[in-house]
């Protein structure tokens, strides 16, 4: 059964200071990842994609994946106010179509 | 027009009561999942489908029936609720394939047992 962790639970930032958030996952077999962000308990919206080891940028957010050491990370530069909410990162295989999610990390982001 | 629609929103019921939720999506997409989400535990799968009369178990499915109707009606049942089932409940749907993960997302069914 995948297991996907996320760490840390919850992180502060400054405005304008760089956010990390990790996820790691126990199937190597995975190939497809994806990063959710979701404001106060309503609907997920996707940031970044990625399928293959390297980076993905969208915008502020840059997704990087090693998928030799089972890891995920996401990157927010120059993180706002309107950025704190919770992040979750999505890994699934694309012939099981079985998507597990990660325990989540609450982001503040002080002004 | 939102393409994922979850009812009731909201639901409050006792210990054995008889809960249904209902999901609809007009995405006319292959995949439904069931999630429930708690402090600190993320989204957790519960049921999803690839299609009508289709059913795959999730990794918390103990306490939970589900049903695919039609391409567009997936159901979550629960026949003797408990407290451990408050919590809220999110409907998605997916195309699969390279898209598995690009999940549509209703707007959650808060279900409260007293």
């Known amino acids: 059964q995948q297991k996907v962790q996320q760490s840390p639970e919850s992180l502060t930032v400054s405005e304008g200071a760089m956010a990390s958030l990790n996820c790691t996952f126990s199937d190597g077999t995975s190939n497809n990842f994806r990063w959710y962000r979701q404001h106060s308990a309503k609907g997920l919206e996707v940031l970044v994609s990625i399928f293959s080891d390297g980076e993905k940028e969208e915008g502020r957010f840059t997704a990087h994946l090693n998928r030799a050491n089972l890891h995920v990370s996401l990157h927010i530069r120059e993180p706002q106010p309107s950025d704190s909410a919770v992040y979750l990162c999505?890994?699934?295989?694309?012939?099981?179509?079985?998507?597990?999610f990660g325990t989540g990390t609450r982001l503040q982001v002080l002004p | 027009e939102a393409a994922v629609t979850q009812s009731p929103r909201n639901k409050v019921t006792v210990t054995g009561g008889n809960v249904t939720l209902s999901c609809r999506q007009t995405n006319s997409h292959n995949y439904m999942y069931w999630y429930r989400q708690d402090t600190g535990h993320g989204l957790r799968l519960i049921h999803y489908s690839y299609g009508a009369g289709n059913l795959q178990i999730g990794d918390v499915p103990d306490g939970y029936k589900a049903t695919r109707t039609t391409q567009e009606d997936f159901f979550l049942l629960l026949e003797l609720a408990s407290p451990s089932q408050t919590s809220l409940y999110f409907c998605?749907?997916?195309?699969?394939?390279?898209?598995?993960?690009?999940?549509?997302f209703g707007e959650g069914s808060k279900l409260t047992v007293l």
């Open positions: 999505a890994v699934s295989t694309s012939n099981t179509n079985k998507v597990v």
């Open positions: 998605a749907s997916s195309e699969g394939g390279r898209n598995t993960g690009q999940l549509y």
